[in-house]
Every structure is written in C-alpha cells, then in structure tokens.
C-alpha cells in the first residue's frame, strides 16, 4: 500500500490542525494505521494508532485529549485532528500502515508515508 501524508504546516501555538493520509494499492480497510512523528534531533515516536475498524484507538500521553484520529474506510484515508498545539508537538509526522492489530511500535509496520511537516511557533 502507499500512503501519502498531508496536511502540515506552520500554525501558533494554542491552533489547530489536520493531518491527512490516503492510502493506495490496496484495501485500506484491511490495515492497521498509526501516526508516528520525528522532531528535529529526536528518535521518531508513536503518536497515534487505530485499527481496522476505527473501533479501538490509542494515543501517547502526551497528545491524549488534545489529538484525534479518524479514519474514513470509504475515501481510504486516516487523519490527526491536532488540537491545542504546543511547540513541542513540532516535528515531522509520518503515517504507516500495518496488517495486523495497532500498535505502538513503528517496527511493525510495513508501509510508510513520507511525511508533512508541522511547525509550532510559540
């Protein structure tokens, strides 16, 4: 599957936005997704995941009640509502996709995007 992330882009801190990821290639409904972001000089980490069904959804503690991920099977793409943005949330965030339950770990994902870049300017 190939993933194509959008949606980034420099906003204030305290704004909003929404990240979006459309898959192609294959059923999208099949997959796991997460998002997963790198700031500058940091490892990559989780961020978000939900699985197939959009049923069951998780979150890092540090975005819990602040980000929200969606997914919409029919348009195959998932999203990241990005409420009450702090600088820290600045990095590159990447989605991926994975055939299996969600998870936290970005080594078990098979399929990545190439990522948009947010920026959060304090």
């Known amino acids: 599957v190939q993933l194509q992330a959008s949606g980034g882009g420099l906003v204030q801190a305290g704004g909003s936005l929404r990240l979006s990821c459309a898959a192609s290639g294959r059923a999208f409904s099949n997959y796991a997704m997460g998002w997963f972001r790198q700031a500058p000089g940091k490892e990559r980490e989780f961020v978000s995941s939900i699985d197939r069904s959009g049923g069951s959804i998780y979150y890092t503690a540090s975005v819990k009640g602040r980000f929200t991920i969606s997914r919409d099977n029919a348009k195959s793409t998932v999203y990241l509502q990005m409420n009450s943005l702090k600088p820290e949330d600045t990095a590159v965030y990447y989605c991926?996709?994975?055939?299996?339950?969600?998870?936290?770990?970005?080594?078990?994902?098979?399929?990545w995007g190439q990522g948009t870049l947010v920026t959060v300017s304090s």
């Open positions: 991926a996709a994975r055939a299996g339950v969600p998870t936290g770990v970005q080594e078990y994902y098979e399929f």
